[in-house]
């Protein structure tokens, strides 16, 4: 099995506040996925990092693998409201097709 | 977001009833999944089917019994559930199956087992 960590498990703040969320593993995967999930829905893909080392950027949203393919980052600039929601990783390891995924971490950002 | 789709999205079920949770992909994708999730665990993966063959089974109880008529639907058996069973139920799909293919999720079924 291989296992994704992430850290923070909940985090609550003020709408406008920085945010980084962690992804680590002691595995290597071949790409590394984000989603995030509210309350009743299913998780929604924001974005796949496949190279160590990559950087994506998605609106105020910016994703980072790391060089040795073993962790991720997400970092959040000035929050809002409608960022609240479960934000998951899950890493492509050695089974093909078989994703691991991380147990999430909860965000609030209040008005 | 219709290209997952899932029916019923909550379902409350006693423990010798029989149901069924369907799923349908619009996506043109190969690969379909059943995830189990339940609160303060990963998403934990049940069934894999690529090109309507089965290619993984995680050691699911029979009490789950999955069917994938074509490569686009979906199918979740139950009975006789336990109350412990109850969580909510992903279905996702992705183009293939081998390689590191992006997986795309439906809304899920509430499931509640009295």
């Known amino acids: 099995t291989q296992l994704l960590e992430q850290s923070p498990q909940f985090l609550s703040i003020q709408e406008g506040e920085n945010l980084t969320v962690y992804c680590n593993s002691s595995s290597v995967f071949s790409s590394l996925q984000w989603y995030r999930q509210e309350p009743g829905e299913g998780p929604v893909l924001l974005v796949t990092v496949v190279t160590g080392g990559e950087v994506k950027k998605l609106k105020r949203l910016t994703f980072q693998f790391g060089d040795a393919r073993k962790d991720s980052s997400l970092h959040i600039t000035a929050a809002q409201p409608g960022d609240t929601g479960l934000y998951l990783c899950?890493?492509?390891?050695?089974?093909?097709?078989?994703?691991?995924f991380g147990r999430g971490t909860q965000l609030t950002v209040w008005p | 977001e219709t290209g997952v789709t899932q029916t019923p999205r909550h379902l409350v079920m006693g423990m010798t009833n029989k149901k069924s949770l369907k799923c349908e992909q619009h996506l043109g994708h190969n690969a379909m999944y059943w995830y189990k999730q339940s609160a303060k665990k990963p998403l934990e993966l049940m069934f894999v089917?690529?090109?309507?063959?089965?290619?993984e089974n995680n050691s699911v109880p029979s009490r789950f019994s999955p069917e994938c008529p074509n490569s686009s639907h979906l199918f979740l058996h139950l009975h006789t559930l336990q109350p412990e069973d109850s969580a909510l139920y992903l279905c996702?799909?992705?183009?293939?199956?081998?390689?590191?293919?992006?997986?795309?999720f439906g809304p899920g079924t509430r499931l509640t087992v009295t």
């Open positions: 996702a799909s992705s183009q293939e199956f081998e390689g590191a293919y992006e997986q795309y």
């Open positions: 089917y690529s090109l309507e063959e089965r290619v």
């Open positions: 899950a890493g492509a390891g050695s089974t093909l097709g078989r994703l691991y």
